[in-house]
């Protein structure tokens, strides 16, 4: 009788065991990753590079399933899904999260005018991005992953009006998507900035209700604006553009300590990957231009260092309108020297 309830406290013990084991091993819930770009589009093509990298890498545990097309969300909505826990995870371009936590403004300010991709990656894998990323964690109830994708320089389009100097934005009305500091930087270069959505630029483009447009290259290509006019392109070494990576807290959480280590070392990988191509997509896009009849001019670095001085004076003001803290800033000061 001993032997017998022995046994079947030892087996019960054994079960218990098992299925605590079993539970740490088991995959966890699947990765929903929603985005807002097609099948082809580099921004999604990361994402899958991403989830198929990790399946493998986690031995079939750690799975993943991509919406992509705005399927489940638009950009501007999905930072809200992913930390509602409804999306498990999405990458959102900088400005729609720098009005959720200001200090993410630090990307755009002056002072980093003529810094190039490189310079600026290394300057956000560093102690700024880290700080930049725990603030907008804390802020929003989500997990920052690593290292932020590139989303690429941000240009200045043109019609009738050639551009290829500073000196040309002068009386200029220049289209921008909104924000204090791209405002201002259209003004400090002469130009008459006018805040308007993206859906509403093309036909201002044509009717001539602006002369320009602030916008990627990429855009320009994907959204054809030469049917609209668009003639010359601008590259004056001002803001480059990111997307930031956001993961559900509720996914985080659902995953062991080796799986998170897991998961932030293929990230980080992957993101280098995407880095390289998006530099190596910029030249691309300017043959393809080239061929539609495009000029595109790029500013000098010595002009470009000459804008910045001019700009300058106008940051304090600026950090105070957007509200980055003092820390950041000294984060930031020390990383673009």
Known sequence: MLTSLRNITLTATTAVLLGTITQSAVAADKLVI???????????????WFADELEIRSKGELISEIFDSSQLYNARDVSKAVAR?????AMVPSPYLSRVEANINVVDLPMLNGLTEEERNAMLDGELGQKLSDL?????????PGKWPLLGRVMYWSTSK???????????????PGGAAASARVEAMGGIPVVMPGSDMPLALQQGTVDATMASIESVVQQKLTDVGVQYGFWDKGIVGYLIPIVSKKYWDSLTPDQQALFMEVWNEIVEKERIQTIEQDGQYRATLADWGVTISDASDEAAQAEREKMMPIQPALVENLGISSEVMALAENASK
């Open 85 to 89: 826990g409804d999306a498990g995870m």
């Open 34 to 48: 929603s985005t807002a770009t097609p099948p082809q589009h580099l921004q999604t093509q990361t994402m899958q």
């Open 136 to 144: 907008l964690s804390d802020k929003m109830g989500v997990v920052v």
């Open 162 to 176: 050639p551009l290829t100097n500073f000196d040309e934005f002068k009386g200029m009305q220049v289209r921008i």
